[in-house]
């Protein structure tokens, strides 16, 4: 590279920051480079572009932006000769400062500086700045080789036996270099007390990671024959890394784009507050996150990297391959993805270190003192780009350097074949080596690697570049065997149409080289220890005098739970592993006296005094703040429950995150980093607030959360609850605490809490395990005149207040008895039914198994009832168990902005309408005289022709 390419690079950027954070050496040159020659001219008069090119034009962003004409050059070279002069004198760091000085004073005059928040496209480190290989390259080519190969043929033979199976070739392909340097260089495993680096690998590039671990003996070759036929005998591997599948292999799921990097983010920064609080040194650490460039265009990719540099996470490394190509065609074919993402990292505050051009093109830019061939660079499109890869070496000569005769002369000595092969920098080892090494050496800023690769790089004719070769999967014999050849693997003509895995004996170079080295960075990655949590939980009797202080006061469930969790945050067995987890909503559930209690979590403390300092609750921030306050990001927040949640094996630290948020901004919004979560193993407790339809009155469609419970259905180890009083809401978190943190299973608790004030009741004997398996008897009430009619009423949450109120109605006007049943979770009674259903079918021989719910209601007279706050599929779940059937109420449609009552008499789910349908239900079963229910309907005050909510 030129160096004046370098000392333009520098010196443009905003004073005080270069991109690599290496300063410029003191060379004439290199001052010189700064501004355009005035008395250099290029070649001949004949050729238009022989002007002097400024490097600013080389970037065709948008910012890029031509420097004014130079109307007086001797000014200029005084200028330049005093910048000269402070450089070798007093080094880069005056010159820094000068030039900051500059702008200020610049700016406050008025003369506003071009901003460019790109570089020029070329590597940020320059060819002379290049540290030495460490490894042996030719031994860790073979063994990448080898790897490259054998992840083809997985994919290829999985194909070849079930046709359709997918899987995905050309990602690791464009990937292998950037993966191989870190396994051989920099990615450390977890050792004694160490937690060894944290590494999201880009779910698609699986097969890559799949077959190192089959070179490295950690699995068979059955497993990989068996790739994506988990069930197949022998075993098989998960199609992308799933913890869930594959616990002992993979820690982190990636494959829904987007949520890998939001997830690192967090982590990394979970990592610190590890550290900050004394619980974990994870200073050692880094978070590698390896990203696809299409999938930067999630919103969960790029959301969050302005947290990464504000908390100065220099723990974090992104690495983005950027093949200029996604699933259906280029990323950004008129643009350039890679100077889009560097102006958004460079904005954001990190540290920015593109890869672009590898080892052969260092003779070409040492030559290019115009700075034309970086023009060139900066001026070619992605698309454009992407063509050269299928083409062949002429075309590049002509499209590429052929644009300007000086280039075409610059690469006149070289042959199209040479051309062709001109690498891009992300298949450069020792490109991507100084970059990681800059990246990990890194200090007070996050990294981010763009690195530039070709999509389905070795597939050749049939893939390599080409829009189609996301999909590819399959490979024909002539095929297999160019492949083959490229990367030469000992295989024979007449076995590589059968694609046989490739292994070479134990005592060969490349197996000693590859166990050394995963030896030297302590262990293989990746891997997922299953440790043994070792939380002592407190006992429910520990706390029935909490339970027995709420009695007969008017609080909410919310109230209930924040008290229980301040409580618990003083237990000497859990209360420093509990992280509370909030974003933006501690004043909305009465959580501030947490602030003074925990304090908020801020890796620098409090640098000012709060304004509210002089009172008792200020919002106090602290290094070893306990709170994670996120501010108002949902995602964010799920992502720090993630990292906690996994503590125990990502760190061996049992942490249990309380994660409290509006229930409807939780599975509707971010349902997909909570399946995330499951598949991660994370534990903890989700905490629904403001929940209900009805509950939270007054918000309207946006807040009103009537469908929460319907998501969490479908999240299999997920255990929702949706209690009514305080002692309910203490039994099952305190259950659901001793069952994660003590027995050790894998599930979330998700509880639903309100924000209507009410008078908790005392705690029934006996009721414990009916409230943890989801129901049990209430109330019974008998209506006078001893044969009275009885019904059965189901009722959950706040609702269960209605029902209650129900039950009095229909004794007293209507003379009916009733039982009333607290139903704290639909969703345990059901899975634990179809269980048993299932087990039955299963086993016809046998004693059949009886659910809960049947045992529960047993000899109970129906008919059943039931009202809830959410959607009426939520207590409809139960129906198949329900003799008779159950008839549910529930708040289906989108809702109202109103008061409580009103919108549960718009929803049918009051206390009036629960007593029409048990009198109308008790009048199909001939046990309530049918003519009288219009005057029912009348007495109850029930509008018949109101509108419907389902529809309205
Ligand atoms: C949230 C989500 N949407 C869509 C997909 C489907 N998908 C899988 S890979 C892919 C393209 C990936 O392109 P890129 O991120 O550039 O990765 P590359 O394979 O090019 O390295 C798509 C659309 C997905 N896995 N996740
Ligand atoms: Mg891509």
Redesign the pocket.
């Known amino acids: 590279m030129a160096r004046g390419e370098v000392a333009r690079e520098n010196v443009e950027q905003e004073a005080g920051e270069t991109a690599n954070g290496h300063g410029l050496s003191p060379d004439r040159e290199l001052i010189e480079g700064v501004m355009p020659d005035p008395d250099a001219t290029m070649g001949t008069a004949d050729v238009e572009s022989s002007e002097v090119v400024p490097v600013e034009e080389a970037t065709v962003s948008a910012d890029a932006v031509a420097p004014p004409e130079d109307i007086d050059p001797t000014e200029t070279q005084e200028w330049l000769e005093s910048l000269r002069y402070v450089l070798e004198a007093k080094g880069p760091e005056r010159v820094k400062y000068l030039l900051s000085v500059l702008d200020e004073r610049a700016h406050r005059l008025g003369v506003e500086l071009p901003f460019t928040s790109t570089t020029p496209y070329i590597n940020t480190i320059s060819a002379d700045e290049q540290p030495p290989y460490p490894g042996n390259r030719e031994i860790e080519r073979r063994i990448k080789s080898i790897i490259r190969w054998n992840a083809m043929a997985m994919v290829v033979r999985a194909n070849k036996e079930s046709p359709g199976i997918g899987g ?1 070739i ?2 690791f392909a ?2 292998a270099t950037l993966y191989e340097v870190a396994f051989n260089h920099f990615f450390h495993g977890k050792g004694e007390n160490f937690s060894g680096d944290q590494i999201y690998f ?4 699986s097969p890559g990671i799949y077959a190192r671990a089959f070179l490295e003996g950690r699995l068979t070759e059955t497993k990989l024959k068996n790739f994506r036929r988990e069930l197949a005998k022998g075993g098989g591997l998960s199609s992308y890394p799933h913890p869930w599948l594959m616990p002992e292999f993979w820690e982190y799921p990636t ?5 890998g990097p939001i997830m690192a983010i967090y982590q990394a920064r979970f990592n610190k507050y590890l550290q900050d609080r004394g619980l974990k040194d994870t200073s050692g650490s880094h978070v590698w996150c390896f ?6 265009d ?1 919103p969960e990719t790029l959301g969050a990297i302005t947290l990464a540099s504000r908390e100065n996470l220099d723990n974090l490394i992104f690495v983005i ?1 950027c ?1 200029l ?4 065609g280029p ?1 950004r074919g008129n643009g350039k993805i890679i100077q889009e993402l560097e102006g958004i990292f460079r904005g954001a505050g990190w540290n920015v270190i593109k890869v672009l051009w590898g080892d052969d093109w260092d003779e070409l830019l040492a030559k290019d003192k115009s700075g034309l061939l970086v023009k060139r660079m900066g001026e070619v499109v992605d698309g454009e780009y992407q063509k050269y890869n299928v083409m062949p070496g002429s075309y590049i000569r002509e499209h590429f350097f052929g644009k300007y005769p000086e280039l075409q002369q610059m690469v006149s000595h070289l042959s199209d074949e040479k051309l062709k092969k001109l690498r891009r920098g992300g298949h450069d080892p020792e490109k991507v080596y100084a970059a990681y090494k800059a990246a990990v050496e890194c200090k007070g800023k996050p990294s981010v690697i763009l690195a530039k690769t070709i ?1 389905g790089y070795g597939l050749g004719e049939v893939g390599e570049g080409r829009n189609t070769t ?1 999909q590819q999967k399959k490979l024909n014999e002539d095929e297999l065997r160019e492949f083959r050849s490229r990367f030469g693997i000992p295989i024979s003509d007449d076995e590589v149409a059968k694609a046989p895995f490739y292994k070479p004996a134990e005592d060969s170079p490349e197996m000693k080289y590859l166990h050394e080295r995963r030896d030297a960075l302590g262990g293989y990655v990746p891997g997922r220890p299953m440790v043994p949590l070792a939380l002592k939980t407190p006992k429910l009797k520990d706390y029935m005098p909490f339970i027995e202080k709420s009695v007969g006061r008017e609080v909410s469930t919310t109230t209930g739970v924040v008290t229980l969790m301040s409580a618990l945050l003083k237990d000497k067995k859990v209360g420093k592993f509990i992280v509370p987890i909030v974003p933006d909503e501690s004043r909305t559930f009465g959580m501030d006296p947490l602030f003074k209690q925990c304090g908020i979590y801020n890796h620098v403390g409090q640098l000012y005094e709060p304004v509210d300092s002089d009172q008792l609750l200020y919002y106090r921030e602290a290094t070893d703040g306990q709170i994670l306050e996120e501010g108002i990001t949902e995602a964010g927040s799920m992502a720090s429950f993630i990292a906690a949640g996994t503590s125990y094996c990502t760190h061996g630290v049992t942490m249990i995150p309380m994660f409290i948020y509006y229930s409807m901004f939780g599975f509707q919004r971010i349902g ?1 980093m909570i399946w995330a979560a499951l598949d991660s193993r994370a534990k903890g407790f989700l905490l629904g607030g403001t929940a209900g339809r009805t509950t939270l009155a007054g918000e309207g469609l946006q807040h009103q959360d009537g469908n929460s419970h319907l998501f969490a259905i479908a999240y299999p180890n997920v255990r929702s609850y949706d209690p009514a009083f305080v002692y309910e809401s203490t039994v099952i978190i305190l259950d659901g605490m001793h069952r994660m943190y003590e027995k050790g299973e894998d599930a979330i608790y998700y509880i639903t809490i309100g924000n209507e004030n009410y008078k908790m009741p005392a705690m029934p004997e006996g009721v414990e395990e009916g409230i943890v398996r989801g129901i049990y008897k209430l109330s019974s009430f008998e209506a006078a005149g001893g044969h009275a009619p009885r019904v059965q009423l189901f009722g959950s949450g706040a609702i269960l207040r209605e029902v209650l109120r129900a039950q009095g109605i229909l004794a007293e006007k209507y003379s009916v008895s009733s039982d009333v049943w607290s139903v704290t979770s639909y969703k345990e009674l059901r899975r634990d039914a179809v269980a048993c259903r299932r087990w039955n079918v299963l086993h016809p021989n046998e004693t059949p198994r009886k659910p809960y719910f049947e045992r529960a209601i047993a000899g109970v007279q129906g008919p059943f009832i039931a009202a809830s706050d959410y959607v009426r599929a939520v207590p409809e779940q139960l129906n198949p168990w329900v003799p008779g059937g159950l008839f549910t109420l529930g708040t289906d449609g989108f809702g109202r902005s109103e008061a409580r009552r009103e919108l549960r008499r718009f929803f049918d789910v009051d206390a009036e309408t629960v007593v029409l349908v048990a009198l109308t239900r008790l009048a199909d079963e001939n046990k309530f005289d049918r003519s009288k229910l219009a005057a029912v309907v009348h007495d109850l005050g029930i509008d018949p022709e109101k509108a419907d909510p389902f529809a309205a």
């Open positions: 995905h050309s990602t464009s990937a880009q779910g698609h590039a494959v829904s784009m987007g949520l990203i696809g460039d299409g999938e930067c999630e391959n093949n190509q996604r699933l259906d990323v999509k996301h997909d």
